[in-house]
């Protein structure tokens, strides 16, 4: 052997002795498990998929469920604890109310006997005070027909007494009877269309007056310039005092024009065609005599003597 081909020959066998042997590679048997050889940068995705299944974020989102179910828990406990005290005033409320019902009851029944005898008490007061003023006037008349001036001026105080509704009135004049429709002619028993209200008798005794009424009573109260027809709930009032059906209206008038008049009247339009319309009972009649009573509750603001600036 040439010395040349010895040398190189020593020289790989001393390389071949200084490098380790690389151990076999078994079946199955994952390349990297060798840390000392370089590894497949191809299959670092693999690899991390591998080690690291689950992401960074879901970690930190699972963090934070689970305090946030720590706070949802005491949230929950707060809420039962709420609920639990507002039952038990709840509870204490009804108590207090079914213990108190009974005093309630009889409060209210004392507060209807009161009014029921207040009104009582008022209506006779009204009917002393009717009396009293028909004498009045029969003295103050007696006192003024024994002169000619008298006389004069008791005309006029007359005709002032039917303007204010201060004096009884007797005369022709027409009689309506206004009631609420059947209830089988309305929509429903809870339905307001058939029923009388307050601006109804307005109309009807606006009507009245513009078709050249002297005096009006509506279930015997006298209407002046300052009578309030209004409505309280389902009752309708005149001057406060509550009106029960059916409601008759009485008007004093000439009786050739009255009741044409009325019924082509802006009112008695509006009441004929609630009667074509809505059903509500209406009767109307021309009465030869009527007398309607003076208005007990007015009373003199203003008065000066004739001549007085």
């Known amino acids: 052997?040439?010395?040349?081909?010895?040398?190189?020959?020593?020289?790989?066998?001393?390389?071949s002795?200084?490098?380790?042997?690389?151990?076999?590679?078994?079946q199955g048997v994952w390349p990297g498990a060798y840390p000392e050889y370089r590894r497949d940068d191809s299959m670092s995705l693999m690899r991390e998929l591998v080690t690291?299944?689950?992401?960074?974020?879901?970690?930190?989102?699972?963090?934070?469920?689970?305090?946030?179910?720590?706070?949802?828990?005491?949230?929950?406990?707060?809420?039962?604890?709420?609920?639990?005290?507002?039952?038990?005033?709840?509870?204490v409320a009804?108590?207090?109310?079914?213990?108190?019902?009974?005093?309630?009851?009889?409060?209210?029944?004392?507060?209807?006997?009161?009014?029921?005898?207040e009104a009582e008490r008022n209506d006779t007061t009204r009917a002393q005070a009717n009396s009293l003023q028909e004498e009045v006037t029969r003295l103050q008349n007696d006192l003024l027909a024994s002169t000619v001036s008298g006389q004069d001026l008791r005309e006029r105080l007359d005709a002032l007494d039917v303007l204010a509704g201060t004096g009884r009135v007797e005369?022709?004049?027409?009689?309506?009877?206004?009631?609420?429709?059947?209830?089988?002619?309305?929509?429903?028993?809870?339905?307001?269309?058939?029923?009388?209200?307050?601006?109804?008798?307005?109309q009807v005794v606006n009507g009245l007056w513009a078709a050249g009424a002297e005096a009006i009573t509506v279930?015997?109260?006298?209407?002046?310039?300052?009578?309030?027809?209004?409505?309280?709930?389902?009752?309708?009032?005149?001057?406060?005092?509550?009106?029960?059906?059916?409601?008759?209206?009485?008007?004093?008038g000439n009786p050739d024009s009255l009741e044409a008049r009325f019924t082509e009247s802006p009112g008695g339009e509006w009441l004929f065609n609630l009667k074509a319309v809505h059903h509500i009972r209406l009767e109307t009649k021309a009465v030869d005599k009527l007398t309607l009573p003076a208005d007990s509750g007015s009373n003199l603001r203003y008065a000066r003597t004739e001549g007085a600036q």
Do not use: C, F, W
């Open 52 to 91: 690291h299944a689950l992401d960074d974020g879901y970690a930190a989102a699972a963090a934070r469920r689970g305090s946030n179910r720590t706070r949802s828990r005491r949230g929950m406990g707060a809420t039962v604890l709420v609920l639990l005290v507002l039952g038990l005033l709840l509870t």
């Open 17 to 26: 002795a200084a490098k380790p042997k690389r151990p076999p590679v078994r």
């Open 219 to 252: 279930n015997g109260q006298r209407l002046t310039a300052l009578t309030a027809i209004r409505g309280a709930d389902k009752s309708i009032t005149v001057d406060y005092r509550p009106l029960a059906r059916p409601y008759v209206v009485e008007a004093i």
């Open 1 to 15: 052997m040439a010395r040349g081909e010895s040398d190189t020959t020593t020289a790989r066998s001393e390389r």
């Open 171 to 202: 005369g022709p004049g027409l009689r309506l009877l206004i009631d609420d429709a059947p209830t089988d002619d309305v929509a429903g028993a809870q339905s307001g269309d058939g029923r009388i209200l307050d601006i109804d008798l307005q």
């Open 94 to 117: 009804a108590l207090q109310t079914r213990h108190s019902a009974p005093a309630v009851a009889k409060e209210k029944a004392e507060l209807v006997v009161r009014i029921r005898n």
